[in-house]
């Protein structure tokens, strides 16, 4: 099972940028995808980008234009840009790199009850 450490979170006001980082070890297997999650309080987990294995990146349609994926194979870190930054991002952000990211929905993704999930990282964005 491929563990995932997020960093990056910090607190911005709106139109402000930020780039997390989630770093992935534990496996010396590349059979896996990974993907950006994100919770706000009070709020369901969505997902926030995908990075399929055909190395595609589909995002959720509030972050398009404003929000970047990026992966250094090399160093199996997957990072995400955010720019134009508004309150309504602000959630706990979370990574997962795992196989089943390489063809599940993500609704059926946020279902499963052992997603491997890192301990997230906070993003604050005020007005």
């Known amino acids: 099972q491929v563990q995932v450490v997020e960093s990056g979170g910090g607190s911005v006001q709106a139109g402000g940028s930020l780039r997390l980082s989630c770093a992935a070890s534990?496996?010396?297997?590349?059979?896996?995808?990974m993907g950006w999650f994100r919770q706000a309080p009070g709020k369901a987990r969505e997902v926030v980008a995908r990075?399929?294995?055909?190395?595609?990146?589909t995002y959720q349609s509030s972050v398009k234009g404003r929000f970047a994926t990026s992966k250094d194979n090399a160093k199996n870190i997957l990072y995400l840009q955010m720019n134009s930054l508004k309150p309504e991002d602000t959630a706990m952000y979370y990574c997962?790199?795992?196989?089943?990211?390489?063809?599940?929905?993500?609704?059926?993704?946020?279902?499963?009850?052992?997603?491997?999930w890192g301990q997230g990282t906070q993003v604050t964005v005020s007005s």
């Open positions: 997962a790199a795992d196989i089943r990211l390489c063809s599940a929905t993500s609704d059926l993704y946020l279902q499963f009850p052992d997603v491997p």
């Open positions: 534990g496996t010396t297997s590349s059979r896996y995808c």
């Open positions: 990075l399929w294995s055909d190395g595609d990146t």
